[in-house]
């Protein structure tokens, strides 16, 4: 059994204002996708002037905030928000989704694309491998804050949270930053160089998302006020995970066929 390091989740807090890793976390993916999403849209063709690029990286950052807070809202926890309607705004007081986020980031970018002539495909491929980079870091912060820890468990690396009882339990949150930034991150790098059919990319961290976040599933703690939502196994996790592998794999071979 490994002891929970002893992290101080705030970094600053001067009155009510306060600077966390967590955010600090996320902010560093941004700020690393900025100086360098621009390079490989250049790369795959893409010429865009460096103002309507950081406006598309504005629509972006919306479509993560947004799509990934409305996400929670309405696949983790929408009766609470339905009798407690101001709280949808409190992002400070946590709630974000992924699943809900990714749609966020398409469709406010598909939005965006359409509305100045750009190819979405294109623009979404190459932003796949700094998506993975802010899931890593996204998890890195769960994890300094002692959240979305896993099940209880007997491996030696076993760990226990200080919201998580007395009991060791998975670190669930360093898999996904493993698997889901790290890993996920790598194999889309490398498909970028590759893999020259446009779209193909993106579905490929689509799926490959909806692969490492199902398995994960197996050893994270389910959402206390959702539990198993099929046959006392399935979390809803896995459901829209596994709906983003079909999708994946259905758009890809539309892709291929229409070559």
């Known amino acids: 059994m490994l002891t929970f390091p002893d992290f101080d989740p705030t970094i600053v807090k001067i009155g009510v204002l306060q600077i966390r890793w967590y955010g600090v976390c996320y902010l560093a993916s941004i700020i690393f996708g900025y100086f ?4 490989v849209l250049l790369f795959r063709g893409v010429d865009i002037s460096k103002k309507l690029y950081e406006d598309l990286l504005f629509y ?3 479509g993560i905030i947004i799509g990934g807070r409305l996400g929670y809202v309405l696949f ?9 309607p101001l709280e949808i705004v409190a ?5 974000m989704s992924f699943h809900g986020g990714a749609l966020g980031v398409a ?14 495909y294109d623009c979404a491929d190459s932003v796949t491998p700094f998506l993975a980079v802010g899931l890593g870091m ?18 030696p690396w076993g760990m226990i949270f200080p919201m998580g009882g007395a009991l060791p339990r998975h670190p669930s949150q360093l898999y996904e930053f493993i698997l889901e930034g790290i890993i996920l991150g790598l194999i889309c790098w490398f498909a970028l160089k590759k893999i020259k059919t446009s779209g193909i990319v993106f579905w490929i961290f ?16 389910p959402d206390v006020q959702l539990g198993y939502v099929l046959f006392d196994w399935v979390t809803m996790g896995q459901i829209l995970s596994f709906l983003m592998v079909i999708l994946a794999i259905l758009m890809s071979v539309r892709i291929y066929k229409a070559r």
């Open 107 to 120: 469709l406010l970018g598909l939005y965006f694309v359409k509305k100045h002539g750009l190819s979405f």
């Open 36 to 39: 360098f999403y621009r390079k």
């Open 76 to 84: 983790y926890h929408l009766p609470y928000y339905l009798a407690n």
């Open 60 to 62: 972006l950052v919306m």
């Open 91 to 95: 992002v400070w007081h946590g709630g």
């Open 206 to 221: 689509i799926g490959g998302y909806g692969v490492f976040r199902f398995f994960v599933e197996f050893f994270r703690q």
């Open 138 to 155: 996204g998890r890195l912060g769960n994890f300094i804050n002692g959240e979305l820890f896993g099940r209880v468990t007997d491996v």
